[in-house]
């Protein structure tokens, strides 16, 4: 066809108005007046290339998916249901493909295979300036498209009846959609050059953002549908035949060359009009072919390839049918000015009287539904059209389609002078008023249960606020999906709903900023519950400020790799992110995750020296601040707020540990800075204050180790010296060796009563010099010896003593289950 024909499918030669304009101010690109718009027939198509994808076309079947979870999705996509082996599908779908071998052994392997979705959008955001904003969506919706094909290559691995990839097929579906609703998106927002203007409708086109609108969503639809669509024409070419009706050619031959009777009644006459005129059958296996080609051509015309469904006509003999999907054409003369050499006369002069019999020709039920359907497309009858639209998309199609149709013929007529009685369409085709909601407000109403379920679709219902502009409508659905179980929000799903907002901004468009910033929150959350760690920090600076310090302070609580943390705050960096005060916030979120009160401590001594899982993060959190060497007057003002909290805890190695985290040139590189910055006053109060408490603590750190180094000497002397008396060699303490010296009572009692007196009292001693500096097991070990046959010290304690003894080891026992061991100071086995 002509390339000045005007066709409903071209969305390239046709002016992007989008929606969302009639809500949102913005200045559009100047209109080029020398290339007017190549406007092309609603019902027709001006022979587009078909696209190269080629996703089966049932999956447009699945519904009801916008309040699932993961596994009720899962369960929504059998293969059965998704209908992988569609006979429109192209053969080299099923064909044998290498696929990883690793992924194909996966259970599912969908949400594996499109991880990936997650790192190329935010390369192709980071990438693309934000003056090419449209090649932005381009990007996106290939990389989608990549995605769809590769899911369809694992899926159609799937043997028949198995539930096996159920979840991935539900990622294909999610996927398909989301490719195309950034179609429409690029498709409604984008203002194009266009190729020629033409007379009434040219101008219609040009200056009524309505039709234009609904024309880029018919367009929208139809290169849907001609994914769908694929090449299968090419696998019906076996059908095609030169002659139509060729059985029933045969059978009336034999007839009229035979005596037999006539048989059963059959058309006598094989002009196209015989079966109605007559009121007589074709041949059961003509009439078969009639309704499997008039199926075909009615998913051509769908898919805005009226050109395709005529040469399928002519293939299938049938030429007088293609010329009547040629009768749509504008009539055009342009010698009707009178200047210049004659050209050719354009289009069908008498398309009124044509566009009322294709009416008529619908409403007729002698025909077939898909026949009634193709002339119902082509002169805008709703009412007969509707019928075999069964999906959402199939029926705003329709919608659509008709209100462009007839917009454009309410022009045309309000433009000529008159219209013959032959060609006159009924009234409530010819004075419809319509708008986009209106066209939405229908599907609500719909008594088809598919629909209505369809309608609930997450992307059908973006893709409605997308074609209606409604910004501010489609936030507020967000809004309420996030309301219902951010966890039922699929992270595909989310990461379009994040993009769609980075979009809108970057076209200056406003959107309810309080919205915007939750779906960013909860996609960021995802991330970092799917472990995206890389890609956290650009997402995160799109947050308004303090939220995202806050936000990006949390995210790097629970990172605890040295590498990790470096490539985190280099990523923060890169983003434009306050790195300073968001390790600063991660430093005192970490601190003061304490209950206790900094003046009522009451920590045992062995409490006190453990260092615990808490104290340890506490410990480690020094090191965000010394990454940085412009941080450094901020790590000694937070390690001292850590170590003042462990010095009052008796935690004096948690404390030595925080300080040796502070390099030892910090106060020099403190000073060195200030100078730099060209400040010849002294520093600050808080920083002089800061290093201030950080040399006190070091002195006292100092200190204490020279003291505690003393102790644990002076322990040993004491023990070993107390050990001396208590295990006195050769029977004991005050016990005489030889027994044949001459008997002295007095001195025997004296030496008894020495030995209970002196023994009990060094071994309390004993005990006490052992807990007081946490030997605990050697308390115990102390009990062993006294109880021990062979040295029989038991038998100088009194029964008190003992009572007093055993308590004493009880207080031991108990310090060394508050340090995780058992009562002897073992470790506990699990």
């Known amino acids: 066809m002509a390339d000045d024909n005007w066709t409903g499918s071209n969305p390239k030669n046709l002016p992007r108005t989008p929606g969302s304009l009639f809500r949102h101010q913005m200045t559009p690109q100047p209109w080029n007046s020398s290339r007017p718009p190549d406007i092309s027939a609603i019902m027709g198509s001006a022979g587009r290339s078909p696209r190269l994808v080629q996703t089966p076309s049932r999956l447009r079947d699945i519904s009801m998916l916008s309040n699932m979870d993961d596994s009720a999705y899962a369960a929504s996509f059998s293969p059965q ?18 696929l990883s071998a690793v992924m194909m052994k996966e259970e599912d392997p969908g949400e594996t295979a499109t991880m990936s979705l997650y790192q190329e959008f935010l390369n192709s955001f980071l990438k693309l300036p934000s003056s090419s904003v449209f090649e932005l969506i381009e990007e996106y919706e290939t990389m989608c498209c990549e995605q769809v094909n590769l899911l369809k290559k694992i899926v159609s691995r799937v043997t028949p009846g198995q539930q096996k990839f159920s979840k991935t097929a539900s990622v294909l579906w999610l996927l398909r959609q989301e490719m195309v609703t950034w179609r429409l998106i690029a498709s409604l927002y984008r203002f194009a050059p266009n190729a020629s203007e033409k007379m ?91 309704i499997r080609l008039l199926k075909y051509l009615f998913m051509l015309i769908r898919a805005g390839m009226t050109d395709e469904a005529q040469r399928l006509c002519k293939r299938c003999g049938q030429s007088w049918r293609a010329a009547t999907l040629e009768g749509w054409k504008l009539y055009h003369d342009p010698n009707i000015t009178g200047v210049g050499e004659v050209q050719p006369v354009e289009g069908n002069p008498y398309r009124g009287v044509w566009k009322a019999c294709c009416w008529r020709m619908a409403d007729d039920e002698q025909f077939s539904r898909y026949e009634r359907a193709i002339y119902a497309t082509l002169s ?23 209100m462009v149709d007839s917009l454009v013929e309410q022009e045309i007529r309000a433009s000529l002078i008159s219209t013959s009685e032959e060609d006159e369409l009924p009234r409530e085709y010819l004075e419809a008023h319509w708008t986009l909601d209106k066209v939405f407000e229908e599907l609500q109403a719909t008594d088809k249960k598919r629909v209505l379920e369809e309608n609930k679709e997450h992307y059908h219902i973006i893709q409605k606020y997308i074609v209606t502009g409604d910004v501010d409508g489609l936030m507020d659905e967000f809004s309420e999906w996030l309301s219902k179980g951010k966890t039922l929000l699929l992270g595909h799903l989310l990461r379009f709903m994040t993009h769609l907002i980075l979009f809108f901004r970057t076209l200056g468009l406003q959107t309810k900023e309080e919205v915007s910033v939750e779906v960013l929150k909860t996609y960021i959350q995802r991330l970092i519950n799917d472990k995206h760690i890389k890609l956290i920090a650009f997402y995160v600076s799109h947050l308004p400020q303090e939220m995202a310090i806050s936000q990006y302070a949390a995210f790097l609580e629970n990172i605890t790799e040295p590498d990790q943390r470096n490539m985190c705050l280099e990523l923060a960096k ?55 060497p412009a941080q450094r007057a901020e790590a000694i003002k937070q390690s001292n707020a850590i170590m003042r909290k462990f010095l009052a805890s008796k935690k004096h190695d948690a404390a030595k540990e925080v300080f040796s985290k502070i390099p030892s040139d910090s106060i020099a590189e403190i000073y060195s800075q200030w100078e730099e910055q060209g400040m010849d006053s002294i520093l600050p109060a808080e920083d002089d204050n800061a290093i201030r408490e950080h040399l006190c603590i070091r002195a006292y750190l100092v200190d204490y180790n020279v003291w505690k180094g003393h102790l644990d000497v002076l322990t040993a002397e004491v023990k070993e010296k107390i050990y001396n008396v208590l295990l006195f060699v050769d029977g004991g303490w005050m016990v005489d060796v030889r027994e044949d010296a001459e008997e002295d009572p007095e001195r025997k009692n004296q030496l008894t009563f020495l030995r209970s007196q002196c023994l009990p009292m060094m071994a309390f001693l004993l005990h006490t010099v052992l807990h007081t500096t946490k030997q605990y097991q050697e308390c115990l070990r102390l009990a062993d010896m006294i109880s021990s046959e062979n040295h029989k010290l038991y038998k100088v304690f009194s029964k008190a003593e003992l009572r007093k003894l055993l308590q004493k080891l009880r207080e031991s026992s108990l310090m ?12 506990i086995q699990s």
């Open 200 to 290: 009434i409708v040219d101008k219609l086109f040009e200056r009524d953002s309505l039709v234009r609108q609904s024309q880029l969503v018919v367009d929208w639809l139809e290169s849907i549908a001609k994914d769908d669509v694929g090449d299968f024409s090419e696998n019906i070419e076996y059908y095609a035949k030169a002659v139509y009706w060729e059985n029933t050619l045969s059978t009336l031959k034999k007839r009229s060359n035979s005596a037999l009777g006539s048989g059963r009644p059959l058309v006598s006459e094989l002009d196209p009009d015989a079966p109605i005129r007559q009121k007589l059958p074709l041949d059961d296996l003509d009439r078969e072919d009639d």
């Open 81 to 98: 249901r998704t209908g992988m082996y569609s006979a429109f599908d192209s053969p080299s779908f099923t064909e044998d493909i290498t």
């Open 816 to 827: 060394l289950l508050d340090m995780q061991l058992d009562p002897l100071g073992y470790e």
């Open 380 to 402: 805008g009858n709703l009412k007969q059209l509707l019928p075999v639209c069964e999906t959402w998309e199939d029926t705003v199609w329709a919608y659509f389609r008709v």
């Open 574 to 628: 890169e983003a434009g992110l306050d790195v300073a005060t968001i390790t600063k916030t991660v430093v005192e979120n970490t601190r003061k995750k304490d209950s206790g009160d900094f003046t009522h401590h009451d920590f045992s001594p062995a409490l006190a020296s453990a260092t615990s899982e808490d104290d340890r993060a506490k410990i480690d959190v020094i090191d965000w601040l010394v990454f940085d």
